[in-house]
């Protein structure tokens, strides 16, 4: 027992003043500890270590225990005997139990929590070669899926808690907004949120169609540097949750910064250089196999290939083009090897009433693509902390500071551009400039497909600037009672560009130059004044929170198109164009709330906590504003009782606990229940003219989400091993959803409550093992995995609703539907497809008249379990880190995407494509090829909408290996540096699929898979 | 100490629970207004009737914006895709998908102007800020506009729905009306706004009274009330407000004398119709191209054939294209706008209904009104059949390529099948009514979809 915690106590000879105790706390290596945490036990009598790791603490109680806490140390208890100074010697801490924990408005450890969140260090974070901090998170977290959309530099990441929660807004979009979780950094919610920053297109905003990314874009979490981040909590279930009322009805991610650390100041410099591939791909077709497929394409149509344009036979690649000529355009255009750059700097210390911390950060990711494309980001991080002499008084301040710029190509026809035949001609001459004629035939896409060298001249940029800032201001008004104020300022501000020039459009069809031009800014901020109330009355510790939100966010939209530039010197430029387009667009919300929790610990065995809401919101009509919301939860630490103890004496650790509340959601536009007009970009004959906005409805209110979890967390072997398991159920209901109608109403939509609920309901489990613990070796590992479930519980009156094709009740609210596939028929060669009557038609019926007609579901959109597994292994001065991700699902294989460019047209294919139906009789899996946009296009079209382009796309990736050495501590001293490490690490190495495509995770065939990268560093502390 | 904080407590929260209610009122939007403020005074309700004619100009080829004369001239035998871009080829091959999305845009698009129109007409007759005489102008012009789009609709679709209201509760799940029971409301709104608007605006961007004679001797006619249709058109004709231009170039210009109501461009800009057809180099293959069935339909010198019709050489062969509007880049200053009605239309209206009413001399002195102008030699009064087929063919020269008239009278002298399954291949006769949008039939299970699709 003592082995973990023991102390030296040294008894000297003893003076007068009995009652004042000093010490030294050291860790184990001898080094002195500043900021430990000493309090006398059972009073409310707390002091820290200052920079030389020294106390000094007036005693209340004559016979008096010590109690030692710090975030990274095993907590040390010491009776007092008289000694006057004491000598404590702090282990590290071998199990996360009693590791600090960020929690809603203050702090936690997972032993006394009765909420379900989650942390991830820093130190993971940094493990991993990523800019983004959301990308850190997948798989680390149970109940949170994590998408990177793009591999693309600063792409979107999207992410979600425990599910979809809310119907999609809009059904004639086919894609639902995610319900992302509110993220919180320092106190202060984050101005740009997760959404996307961007208004234009891009490589990393391709959009729908053959690109199939639905969601991808720039992501304003760039922003922060995970350099800069000490942790992310990841809060789900209501008790944690429902204190951030509304805002917190899909989830809550706390980021917290770095703050500096008592002690004398040190520099930390950490840099390392890296590169990345593509991530795999599949390989497409040589000359010699494209030219085999458009022949037996012409084959089957019964036709001689010819130069003759607009005849059917017309195939200028057959016979016009160098067919002996061969460029693999997808090694030419995403092939390169892009280069990561990443240098961090920091200063921190200070002593027992000031500290301060200051870091910089440089990150530079280029592009695989040809052309100077890059996104660079420099951040600077900024926090002081002060408290009186009396410690009455205290100020905490951080800032983060961003600023991001990411080049690229406006043109995501780019990602697609290896669909270029590979007899296609050379693309640019000598000079750079863009061929657009070759042999008679115009590279312009009427005969011949479009230069995609064009794209590369069609410049896009955006440039983002983040500031996020909190000002903590604390008062101890009296023992146990404290006051504090948060005044929060967060802003975002992005401008874009993106510019089509002259040089990159055929000149002879008198083109354009246009650019546009645009501007996003977000702006938050936040007061929060609270009361917190802490007392021990006997065996109960309360502590009581009451405290006000006032929130305001704003949201200024515009963009500035010039059409006409006579030349493309000019094209940065708004004025120099011969016309511009104008639009704007600005939203204002706020929100209040009064807000109040109480906390009761009994005994360290019975947890109670209460939390309620009043919430308004500007984005109801009036009288409709106000909701009251709240949770209740509740623990018990059951290895506490004597009677556990006595009959399972292996178990160490042993809690249930389970909480349910109500939280309500304003998710939505603002101004919604307003009828609302808007001003023409121009006049009209002289008249400047008003556009009708919305239906008018001033009647929705707060939609409401009621959650309900259990769980359990035990601990065996001295809590070697950590075992948690969770059930979850959320169902929200009384959904506010932009009510879909016939737009013979004048609008797509109403925005309204719909009777509709929708339940996510699952399991979370999680295993944390020291299997090895020597002091030269040692292995620890964590496994997590989540089965989720969502489901359309009700929906009233759904086949009359304009829903009606688009829900089922039952079924997933992401789920697809598509046309039963049912193979090649071998008698025509065409793509056949069971009816809703179980008959093969080749000519099935979309859903339509209310009804899915011939449509059945295909895919439930979401993966049946998924998680990741972390390992960590420690050999001496070196250490290894391998973390597994997984997941178990369906998704679109790449026939969905190849088969939106028709196989026999002019394009290339990959060479998996292969085993076409030739003649009739024959089994084949694929229709049959031709060179006419005939009835194999519109099968085609049938294909890509059928259950036979889903398939398996489960995968195990090895997403992180981090490989370190640390400089022994002898030498260290010797070279004067307090620590150096050495690191390689790698990022998404490879991956354990069945997929039948580019990457299982993003199911992207036209796009940019995650990177492959592999990156170098050295951290050094002085 | 604590007994004294209690009461602060109490205070500063009661302060601001009372402000709060203030806290989240956020009043208006900066950049918008709201239905109160827009129907204050007729300044402001003549900007929301800006708006209708705004968003119909800026929607790319939409209803009003030369998709009609684009999509239905390829429906019809006016037009020839050079490209194999699926979406036209659907209307060119009559083979319209019902996801098309031009088909979608001109269905979304006239039920938004609908929807203007219909908010317009609430909010004027509840204005407590308008005149009695603005109320009715402003009404009238409205009604103006719910008519054409209804027509427009009409003769696409057939029988559509037939919204008359603003409350989306009413007008979700309404099914469609009788083609009878639409041109009734046509009428009725004409009627109104011909009686309520007024004579003469001194611009064509508007509509006034005489608009909405000439719009109505159209619908007369299409309904067969020839006598009411000559009667309507005479109105335009004999008003001394239009007269036929010389040079048939100068037809489409903004000025031009001809033309009763277009809508204007702002500064600058040029037609999307003339932006899709004109090339805009002179070596280019134009997306389109005249159809060679309606090429070698016109007279030796005809003067809108070398004046409406150009021609390019690309690769060896010959592409004719409309050169009506012939605008295709910013320029500048604004030269064209989208005709949608014009005094040669009109002259042919009355043509037709006075030989269907038999007065033979009176429709061939119209005819040859409109042939002189093309220095073609007059058409001899002969028997009614002729001269009915003397106007048929003088519309379809006159009107190729406009705003759907050789689409709408194909259909409505029940020639489609006749003058189209010749020259169409895999034509039929359903293809005469456009498919409703397919996620329409399913946003409103009560909408049918039309036979064929």
Redesign the interface.
């Known amino acids: 027992m003592k082995y973990f915690l023991y102390a030296i106590i040294l008894f000297l000879p003893s003076r007068l003043l009995a009652q004042t105790v000093t010490g030294n706390v050291r860790s184990a290596d001898n080094e002195p500890m500043p900021g430990v945490t000493v309090a006398e036990k059972g009073q409310n009598n707390i002091t820290t270590t200052d920079e030389k790791g020294q106390f000094t603490l007036k005693l209340i109680q004559q016979k008096a225990t010590l109690r030692f806490t710090s975030l990274a140390s095993e907590p040390l208890e010491i009776i007092y005997k008289g000694q006057t100074t004491i000598e404590a010697v702090l282990r590290p801490r071998n199990n996360s139990l009693d590791e600090v924990h960020v929690i809603a408005y203050g702090t936690s450890t997972q032993r006394t929590n009765v909420g379900s969140i989650t942390k991830v260090s820093g130190k993971d974070l940094m493990e991993q070669p990523i800019t983004n901090p959301l990308a850190g998170l997948e798989g680390k977290v149970p109940g949170l899926t994590v998408v990177q959309t793009s591999g693309v530099p600063g792409a979107s990441v999207n992410i979600q808690v425990r599910g979809q929660n809310t119907l999609n807004a809009d059904?004639?979009q086919a894609y639902a907004p995610i319900n992302q979780p509110l993220i919180i950094v320092d106190g202060v919610p984050y101005a740009a949120q997760n959404g996307n920053v961007n208004q234009f297109s891009s490589l990393a905003s391709p959009g729908i169609g053959p690109y199939n990314n639905n969601y991808g874009g720039i992501s304003p979490m760039n922003g922060l540097n995970p350099a800069d981040i000490e942790s992310i909590e990841v809060l789900r279930d209501a008790d944690a949750t429902a204190i951030y009322g509304a805002r917190g009805g899909n989830g809550v991610i706390l980021i917290t910064t770095k703050k500096g650390k008592l002690g004398k100041a040190t520099l930390n410099v950490n840099l390392n250089d890296g590169e990345s591939v593509i991530g795999h791909t599949m390989p497409m077709m040589n000359t010699q196999q494209y030219l085999q497929m458009r022949h037996q394409a012409f084959v089957n149509d019964g036709l001689t290939p010819n130069n003759i344009?607009?005849d059917p036979g017309y195939a200028p690649d057959l016979t016009a083009f160098d067919t002996t000529r061969y460029t693999d355009w997808k090694k030419y255009f995403l092939g390169n090897t892009a280069h990561n750059l990443n240098l961090n700097a920091s200063v921190s210390g200070g002593t027992t009433n000031d500290q301060y911390r200051l870091a910089t950060g440089y990150n530079q990711d280029t592009y695989i693509t040809p052309g100077d494309f890059a996104d660079n980001r420099a951040t600077v991080s900024t926090s002081l902390h002060h408290n009186s002499e009396n410690k009455r008084f205290s100020l905490d301040f951080t800032a983060d500071y961003g600023y991001e710029k990411n080049n690229s190509s406006g043109n995501p026809a780019l990602l697609a551009a290896y669909t270029l035949v590979p007899d296609y001609p050379a693309l640019t001459d000598k000079a750079g400039n863009l061929i657009w004629n070759y042999n008679?035939v115009s590279l312009d896409g009427?005969s011949a497909q479009t230069n995609p060298a064009a794209y590369l001249k069609q410049l896009y940029n955006i440039q983002n600037i983040s500031l996020n800032a909190n000002l903590q201001l604390g008062y101890k008004?009296?023992d146990r009672?404290t006051f504090r104020t948060s005044l929060g300022y967060s802003t975002y501000n992005s401008k874009e560009y993106n510019g089509v020039p002259l040089a990159s459009q055929n000149p002879?069809?008198?083109?354009?130059a246009a650019a546009s031009f645009g501007n996003n800014d977000f702006m938050t901020w936040l007061v929060e004044p609270q009361?917190e109330y802490k007392a021990s009355i006997k065996k109960a510790d309360f502590d009581v929170l009451v405290g006000?939100t006032?929130e305001k966010q704003t949201n200024a939209l515009s963009a500035v198109q010039g059409?006409?530039y006579s030349n493309d010197d000019l094209i940065q430029s708004i004025s120099g164009s011969?016309?511009q387009i104008a639009s704007?667009?600005?939203?204002?919300?706020?929100?209040?709330a009064?807000f109040g929790r109480l906390n009761i610990k009994y005994d360290n065995k019975y947890i109670v906590s209460l939390t309620g809401n009043h919430d308004?919101?500007?984005r109801f009509g009036?009288s409709r504003?106000f909701g009251n919301f709240g949770s209740v939860g509740g623990a018990w630490l059951f290895n506490e009782e004597k009677l556990i103890r006595k009959t399972l004496p292996f178990l160490s650790y042993g809690k249930l606990r389970g909480s349910y509340g109500s939280i309500g959601n304003d998710n939505g536009g603002?101004?919604q229940f307003?009828?609302?007009?808007?001003?023409?970009?121009?006049?009209?004959?002289g008249?400047?003219?008003?556009?009708?906005?919305n239906?008018?409805?001033p009647d929705f209110t707060w939609a409401s989400t009621k959650k309900l979890e259990f769980g359990i967390e035990l601990g065996f072997l001295k809590d070697r091993v950590l075992i948690s398991s969770t059930w979850y159920r959320s169902r929200t209901g009384n959904q506010l959803v932009t009510y879909?109608?016939?737009?013979?109403?004048?609008?797509?939509s109403?925005f309204q409550n719909e009777n509709a609920l929708v339940q996510n309901s699952g399991w979370e489990f999680v295993l944390h093992a020291a299997i090895i613990k020597k002091e030269q070796f040692s292995w620890n590992s964590s496994f997590n995995m989540t089965i989720p479930s969502n489901k359309l519980l009700a929906f009233a009156n759904l086949?009359?609703s304009?829903y009606?094709?688009t829900y089922q009740i039952g079924k997933p609210l992401t789920e697809v539907y598509g046309f039963r596939y049912a193979g090649v028929n071998p008698t025509d060669g065409y793509f056949q497809f069971y009816d809703a009557n179980g008959q093969l038609t080749e000519n099935p019926v979309?859903?339509?008249?209310?009804s899915f007609q011939d449509f059945v579901p295909v895919s439930k959109g979401y993966p049946d379990f998924y998680g990741g597994w972390q390992n960590n292994f420690k050999y001496g001065q070196f250490q290894l880190d391998v973390f597994l991700q997984y997941a178990k699902q369906t998704g679109m294989n790449y026939l969905g995407s190849v088969y939106s460019f028709l196989p026999g047209l002019q394009y290339n294919q990959p060479v998996a494509l292969q085993d076409e139906w030739k003649s009739p009789g024959q089994t084949a899996p694929l229709q049959v090829l031709s060179s006419q946009?005939g009835q194999a296009?519109s099968s085609a079209q049938n294909f890509i909408q059928s259950s036979g382009v889903y398939s398996d796309a489960s995968y195990v990736r090895v997403k992180t290996i981090a490989f370190s050495y640390t400089l022994p501590s002898g030498l260290l001293k010797k070279i004067q540096v307090q620590n150096l490490r050495i690191y390689i690490s790698a990022q998404n190495l490879f991956t354990i699929t069945r997929y039948r495509g580019n990457d299982p995770e993003t199911q992207i065939f036209y796009g940019v898979p995650p990177l492959k990268t592999v990156s170098c560093g050295i951290q050094t502390t002085f | 100490m604590k007994r004294n904080l209690i009461p602060i407590i109490c205070i500063a929260t009661l302060i601001m629970v009372a402000s709060c209610k203030k806290f989240v009122d956020v009043g208006l939007p900066k950049n918008q207004l709201i239905s109160s403020e827009v129907f204050a005074d007729s300044t402001n309700a003549n900007s929301a009737l800006a708006g209708i004619y705004y968003s119909a100009i800026s929607t790319y080829l939409g209803l009003n914006a030369g998709g009609l004369p684009l999509y239905s001239g390829l429906s019809a035998d006016e037009l020839t895709p050079t490209g194999s871009s699926t979406e036209p080829v659907q209307f060119y091959s009559n083979n319209i998908l019902s996801n098309n999305n031009s088909n979608a845009v001109f269905w979304g698009g006239a039920y938004s102007s609908i929807y203007s129109a219909n908010a317009i007409i609430q909010g004027v007759t509840a204005s407590t800020g308008i005149s009695a005489h603005a109320k009715l102008q402003l009404i009238g012009e409205a009604r103006f506009v719910r008519a054409y789009e209804y027509f427009c609709l009409l003769n696409l679709y057939g029988g559509v729905p037939l919204v008359l209201s603003t409350d989306y509760k009413t007008t979700a799940l309404m099914p469609r009306a009788t083609i009878e029971q639409v041109y009734t409301q046509i009428v009725d709104d004409l009627q109104f706004a011909e009686t309520n608007l007024g004579s003469n605006t001194g611009t064509n961007d508007r509509p006034n009274s005489l608009v909405a004679s000439a719009l109505l001797a159209k619908v007369y006619l299409y309904l067969a009330k020839n006598d009411l249709a000559a009667t309507e058109a005479t109105k335009v004709i004999t008003s001394g407000n239009y007269s036929l231009e010389a040079d048939p170039n100068n037809v489409f210009l903004s000025g031009s004398a001809e033309t009763i109501w277009q809508l204007d461009l702002p500064y600058n800009h040029f037609t999307w119709i003339g932006q899709i057809l004109v090339p805009t180099s002179t070596r280019a293959v134009p997306k389109y191209v005249i159809n060679p069935v309606l090429l070698n339909s016109f007279e030796t010198g005809d003067l809108r054939a070398s004046s409406w019709i150009n021609v390019n050489v690309a690769r060896g062969n010959t592409f004719s294209y409309p050169y009506k509007y012939k605008s295709n880049v910013l320029a500048s200053s604004t030269t064209e706008g989208y005709v949608l009605l014009r005094l040669a239309d009109i002259y042919l209206v009355r043509a037709e209904a006075e030989v269907a009413l038999g007065k033979l001399e009176d429709g061939a002195n119209d005819i040859n009104l409109i042939r002189a102008r093309a220095l073609l030699p007059g058409v001899e009064v002969s028997d009614a059949a002729q001269l009915l087929m003397a106007v048929q063919n003088e519309r379809r020269h006159e009107m190729f390529c406009e705003e759907g008239n050789r689409w709408f009278d194909l259909k409505r002298w029940n020639l489609a099948n006749a003058a189209l399954g010749s020259v169409k291949t895999g034509w039929k006769p359903e293809a005469q009514l456009y498919p409703i949008p397919v996620n329409q039939i399913s946003a409103n299970p009560n909408l049918t979809q039309n036979p064929g699709y």
């Open positions: 059904f004639t344009p607009f008679g009427t008004i009296v009672l002879e069809f008198s083109p354009q009361l006000n006032l059409i006409g011969a016309s704007d667009q600005y939203s204002l919300y706020k929100y209040i009064f308004g919101s500007s009036p504003q603002n101004y307003l009828p609302r007009w808007a001003p023409s970009t121009t006049a009209y004959g008249v400047p003219g008003y556009i009708p906005q239906l008018y409805n879909s109608l016939p737009t013979q109403t004048g609008f797509g109403v086949a009359n304009s009606s094709e979309l859903p339509q008249g209310g946009q296009l």
